[in-house]
């Protein structure tokens, strides 16, 4: 289900500095922030990523720009996050 990443996706933004990705930026320095991943089935991915130790920040699908369904996570506590 997660093996693959059939497309990757770059968004543009205002990066001035009083802008929200300007001030994010500013904190956090660039880099990569997000990478995005297309599944069939947005809750089993979730249930399937979290048995495997990843650390989920939504436990639900939320919504996201443009219609899309959305969640994060980020990596497992054990992973010096």
Known sequence: MLDRIDHVGI???DLA?????????????EG??????G???????????GGR????????????SMGAVIAFCTRPMWAGC
Not at 39 to 49: K, W, Y
């Open 17 to 29: 500095p009083g802008t929200p990705v300007g001030r994010f930026l500013a904190r956090r320095g």
């Open 11 to 13: 968004a543009r933004h």
């Open 53 to 64: 130790g990843v650390r989920l920040l939504d436990q639900r699908p939320g919504h996201g």
């Open 39 to 49: 599944v069939a089935d947005i809750t089993a991915a979730l249930a399937a990523i």
């Open 32 to 37: 990569v922030h997000h990478i995005g991943h």
